[in-house]
């Protein structure tokens, strides 16, 4: 599942950096020394798989719920 880079800093925050959400990932200067990952709003993997985790479970009901329109008949 694909989300976009200001989907996951809304969705979801960062345990690894401490980012709330809406924050982007602040990155130790050792992980990104020169600044580019903070520069592209880049997130740590965490904070990743929890945004996809929070979405999946939406994503599944809709489907279900597409399924079950479809079989309607009017």
């Given amino acids: 599942m694909n989300l976009s880079k200001p989907d996951i800093i809304r969705l979801a925050a960062c345990h690894t950096c401490a980012?709330?959400?809406?924050?982007?990932?602040?990155?130790?200067?050792?992980?990104?020394?020169?600044?580019?990952?903070m520069a592209a709003h880049q997130s740590h993997i965490d904070r990743i798989e929890r945004a996809r985790a929070m979405v999946a479970p939406n994503k599944e009901r809709e489907a279900r719920l597409k399924l079950a329109l479809d079989d309607l008949r009017l």
């Fill in 19 to 37: 980012a709330r959400p809406g924050q982007p990932c602040l990155f130790a200067r050792k992980d990104d020394p020169q600044g580019l990952r």
